[in-house]
T-cell receptor, first 111, second 112 residues
């Protein structure tokens, strides 16, 4: 079953603009992770945020977590053509060894 | 180079045939995973293993089998019982089940 649901399903923006993707989930979690997938490739881990954290930064990436709303957002600032990819959130529930992935947001950066 | 490799990149299966997808890692990770990805969808967990000689079913294990005889290797067999095997298969590993996962490049399985 899908735990995380990303919104929007697809997003196209001009190069240099900021891109925001959202993830909603259903149950209490231990941590939430964001991954990127280029077309036809494996996933690459971007950032992990734990349930007791509210915000995390990594380079041009900013992730927020609101456990009361069971939602997270991924912000990519000053987008580049190389950011074109699908982005997935994945949640880990307490006491569960498994990661549950959402359906992803397909991001297209227009040069 | 440290990493996780999958082979082959493309695999063709005939009706009634079992095929095996290879996954090898030299990251010294204890946990390994197999996922299936269908077009426009997220990843669904097939099997995972937290330690050598032990593995657990994921959400869609029917029609698949795995083994974990060595820490570095976690092959996946798609059996003839899997009636809709066409998909992109991704292998991943992590230091423990709590940590982030590192993914291989994937194997695309097609049915002839």
């Amino acid at each position: 079953s899908q735990q995380g649901e990303e919104d929007p399903q697809a997003l196209s923006i001009q190069e240099g603009e900021n891109a925001t993707m959202n993830c909603s989930y259903k149950t209490s979690i231990n941590n939430l992770q964001w991954y990127r997938q280029n077309s036809g490739r494996g996933l690459v881990h971007l950032i992990l945020i734990r349930s007791n954290e509210r915000e995390k930064h990594s380079g041009r990436l900013r992730v927020t977590l609101d456990t009361s709303k069971k939602s997270s957002s991924l912000l990519i600032t000053a987008s580049r053509a190389a950011d074109t990819a699908s982005y997935f959130c994945a949640t880990r529930e307490f006491g569960n060894e498994k990661l549950t992935f959402g359906t992803g947001t397909r991001l297209t950066i227009i040069p | 180079d440290g990493g996780i490799t999958q082979s082959p990149k493309y695999l063709f299966r005939k009706e009634g045939q079992n095929v095996t997808l290879s996954c090898e890692q030299n990251l010294n990770h204890d946990a390994m995973y197999w996922y299936r990805q269908d077009p426009g969808q997220g990843l669904r967990l097939i099997y995972y293993s937290q330690i050598v000689n032990d593995f657990q079913k994921g959400d869609i294990a029917e029609g698949y089998s795995v083994s974990r005889e060595k820490k570095e290797s976690f092959p996946l067999t798609v059996t003839s019982a899997q009636k809709n095997p066409t998909a992109f298969y991704l292998c991943a590993s992590s230091m423990t089940e709590q940590e982030t996962q590192y993914f291989g490049p994937g194997t695309r399985l097609l049915v002839l």
